[in-house]
């Protein structure tokens, strides 16, 4: 711009009214918008995708969708209406099979983490591995991360993991047991969670959230359940980069809504376990070193990247703490509750699992691992809880990179965000006959099932992700998830409580009508509500 338009710039707006300028900002701004949504719909590079027009006009959507939980239905919904490829956002792909799961993320996937990932656990001050976008710094992260999630990790964590799930047995024998006779109804994920959270604290830094046995520590449940709804919806703003800096600052306490104020209570109390633990570290090492329960933060505090001799920032270890204690406490809880879930409302898989289980141990001290790892029943039984309810239920957010890439024979520009959703390709018809279905025996070759059939169900299968940024707990959370089970099903005997609570209702919205259906309200991790349980303690 030369000097003479500028200066007429000038005297245009000196001859305007403060009121008059601030009108013609907003027309500037709305015919702006207008031609920004013309061209998402017209000559965009994803304008031939369908999908819903709200959702190809704006992000918007998504963000209610974060806010309400309910992303992973509308997600399921929009693709049995059109089809395998949707358009879920302006610039955003939904895909739904396993040829575009391993695509997207897959080894040789061409894609990067979407930015949205860039905003959980922000409140520590640096990134947790889930967090890191660069896939070398990664899988630098990742490696110094491993040992502690190695067999020899796993074998260490066993003893921790078998009391707690034991403990919580004892406890709910004394809370809500008469002897001999049926408890008083209540609602079983509620207990399975504490006991996820205590388990992972144990694990985690040696020292347990004490919610099984303290009714005072058992907000830290729903403090993360609505930390988890602000991080997630957050994260989608299309205004994100702007609100990240103030994250983790006291600023977060003027946010709207409790859940902001939650997400930083919740980054407050992780941080206070994990300075206490840096402390018994620095006090163990004083008194030179002696043995130590070998907790997760045992191998992170004394770990060293092989290759670099990289060791772990505080930072790092504040936001991987945040991180381990969500990730590892809700999906295990989820996991056991929806197979109660099913299982309850068809006696025969009750009965059949709950003997498999009974004549493996035949006192409680019986159980541990590696027989449990042979109960066959019990491990397809958690497949098809996993299948149904998949605890990271919508989208796992990638950009496509510089260059493009083809997904399922399209070419997809760079820049496009693509993903599955394990919610939707679960459900996948082609791949898993009757896919609302509970059914374990799809997962046991005989009986119906192929050795093929198998495989296929196993190409489309992804609750723990895929590719080099899937869950570093597998095993944990299979393990975790087989001894709360092997407990609670060796100690008590199960009925619903009147009304099994937790599946859909007619009053509810579109897609959540089943009310055998175990439903999650998304925020990152499903949440779900129920079983409404009663239990008999056989001893
Ligand atoms: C049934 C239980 C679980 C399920 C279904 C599950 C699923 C997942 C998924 C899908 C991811 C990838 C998330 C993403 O890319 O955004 C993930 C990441 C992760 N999970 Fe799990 N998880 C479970 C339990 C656990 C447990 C018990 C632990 C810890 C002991 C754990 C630790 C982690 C960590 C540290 C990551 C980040 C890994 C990385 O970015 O490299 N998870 N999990």
């Known amino acids: 711009m030369d000097n003479s338009t500028l200066e007429e710039a000038k005297r245009l707006l000196g001859s305007c009214s403060s009121r008059e300028i601030v009108s013609y900002c907003i027309i500037a701004f709305f015919s702006w918008y207008s031609l920004v949504l013309v061209y998402r719909l017209t000559i965009h590079p994803l304008r031939r995708y369908p999908g819903r027009i709200s959702e190809r006009l704006t992000d918007w959507p998504l963000v209610w969708y974060c806010i309400k939980g309910n992303r992973h239905v509308k997600q399921l919904l929009a693709h049995e209406k059109y089809g395998p490829i949707v358009r879920d956002g302006p610039n955003s792909l939904s895909f739904r099979s396993p040829e575009a799961l391993k695509a997207i993320y897959g080894n040789n996937a061409h894609v990067k983490k979407g930015d949205w990932y860039l905003t959980l656990d922000i409140s520590a001050g640096a990134p947790s591995v889930q967090m890191v976008i660069d896939q070398h710094q990664h899988a630098l992260r990742r490696r110094v991360m491993s040992p502690a999630f190695s067999e020899k990790g796993l074998r260490d964590a066993e003893p921790l993991i078998n009391a707690t799930a034991r403990k919580l047995c004892d406890r709910m024998t004394e809370e809500l047991c008469r002897k001999g006779d049926w408890s008083i109804g209540f609602d079983l994920q509620q207990w399975v969670a504490y006991y996820g959270y205590d388990f992972i604290s144990d694990l985690a830094f040696g020292r347990s959230l004490e919610l099984i046995d303290c009714e005072d520590n058992r907000f830290v449940a729903p403090t993360l359940r609505s930390a988890s709804k602000f991080l997630y919806y957050v994260g989608y703003l299309p205004f994100a980069a702007l609100v990240r800096p103030l994250m983790g600052t006291s600023a977060q306490n003027y946010f709207p809504g409790q859940s902001a104020k939650d997400s930083l209570k919740y980054t407050n109390l992780a941080n ?28 992170l505090l004394n770990s060293k990247d092989p290759m670099t001799g990289k060791e772990f920032t505080v930072e790092e270890l504040q936001a991987d703490t945040s991180l381990l204690i969500a990730a590892g406490s809700d999906g295990v809880t989820l996991a056991t509750c929806a197979l109660l879930f099913y299982a309850l409302q068809q006696p025969q898989i009750m009965h059949k699992l709950t003997t498999e289980i009974r004549e493996a141990f035949p006192t409680w001290q019986d159980v541990r691992t590696p027989k449990l790892n042979g109960l066959k029943y019990l491990h397809a039984c958690i497949e098809e809880s996993l299948r149904l309810a998949p605890p990271k239920p919508s989208s796992l957010p990638r950009i496509v990179l510089p260059g493009g890439t083809e997904i399922e024979g399209q070419y997809i520009p760079a820049g496009t965000t693509v993903g599955v959703s394990h919610y939707v390709i679960h459900r996948n018809e082609d791949i898993f006959p009757q896919p609302n279905t509970f059914r374990p025996e799809r997962w046991i070759v005989g009986d119906g099932v192929s050795a093929e059939q198998l495989a296929a169900q196993k190409r489309a299968f992804c609750p723990f992700g895929i590719g080099p940024m899937n869950c570093i707990g597998r095993n944990t959370a299979y393990l975790a998830t087989k001894l709360v089970l092997a407990h609670l099903l060796w100690q008590f005997d199960f009925k619903i409580d009147g009304k099994l609570l937790g599946g859909g209702g007619r009053d509810l919205e579109e897609g959540r009508k089943d009310e055998t259906e175990y439903q999650m309200y998304d925020w990152i991790i499903g949440f779900p509500n129920g079983p409404m349980v009663q239990v008999r303690s056989r001893v």
């Open 272 to 299: 206070s376990r994990l300075a206490e633990r840096i402390e018994r570290e620095k006090k163990r090492k004083a008194g030179g070193g002696g043995a130590e329960r070998k907790d997760t933060f045992h191998y």
